[in-house]
């Protein structure tokens, strides 16, 4: 089996099953793992839906590994139609997904354009809290799809259930709360972040944000909060301050006579 396999020769592996099962020989759980895992990777994804079907009766129990490792190639193929099939599946054996399964159920979904449903996952009731990473997945593709009021809605339920924010996490929440001219809301979380190894790239982000709209007034209320901080090491500031510079005189070329400059330096 395992040589067949290699050779992806899978009609003759499975030939192989069928050759097995009729001289009375049960495939053991090696035997079945290594057609399954072969079949995955190289796409044959009908016929690993199909073994999938058929291991009550091979007296094989898949575990939730294997369903994520079908899960996720199923992103990149048709049958991410199935998605919800397959999860149904799962859960109806008794198999409790994980934050994993969650991950690819919720992209396989938003690939399908079944947002609200991809939300639903979530908020499923289920026996473990979904990670930063499954929050993350949601937040983006919500984004994608320009449904930044939902980012900011989940990202409340997502503080609630006590799961950390990440990078990444803040990223997507600053480019929402803009999207949404939350302006204000978007600075203090930004400030809610001093501390953070992560904190400057956020500054910078949101500075970019308001550099391209030539949106003065909230730059100098940004570094006024950035200012009263103690915490802001000098060399931050004066990198935040070049960023300025560059974004407001290179890309955007307004305020030529360096007033903003004047300004932030004046606050600092």
């Known amino acids: 089996m395992n040589g067949l396999c290699k050779a992806r020769r899978f009609e003759e592996a499975f030939g192989l099953l069928d050759v097995m099962r009729f001289n009375g020989l049960l495939p053991n759980l090696d035997t079945l793992n290594i057609l399954f895992d072969c079949l995955c990777r190289d796409s044959w994804l009908l016929e690993a839906m199909d073994l999938l079907g058929k291991s009550s009766e091979l007296d094989w129990f898949p575990d939730v590994v294997f369903y994520n490792t079908f899960l996720s190639r199923c992103l990149d193929s048709s049958l991410r139609t199935n998605s919800l099939q397959i999860f149904s599946t799962m859960v109806k054996r008794g198999i409790e997904p994980d934050t994993c399964t969650l991950t690819l159920l919720i992209l396989c979904l938003f690939i399908n354009q079944k947002l609200r449903l991809a939300r ?73 972040t001093i501390g953070e190894d992560f904190m400057q790239d956020l500054v910078s982000r949101l500075l970019r944000w308001l550099a391209g709209d030539c949106k003065l007034g909230e730059i100098l209320n940004l570094f006024k909060k950035l200012a009263q901080n103690s915490a802001i090491a000098v060399a ?10 560059e974004q407001v005189y290179v890309k955007v070329q307004i305020f030529i006579d360096s007033t903003i400059i004047d300004k932030i330096l004046g606050i600092m």
């Open 120 to 192: 639903c996952m979530i908020t499923g009731g289920w026996s473990f809290v979904p990670d930063v990473f499954t929050f993350n997945t949601l937040f983006h593709q919500l984004y994608l799809f320009g449904e930044s009021r939902e980012v900011l809605e989940m990202f409340t339920e997502m503080i609630q259930k006590n799961v950390t924010p990440n990078k990444f996490t803040f990223c997507i929440v600053i480019d929402s709360l803009y999207k949404e001219e939350r302006i204000e809301e978007a600075i203090e979380l930004v400030i809610g």
């Open 236 to 245: 931050s500031v004066n990198s935040l301050i070049f960023h300025v510079v």
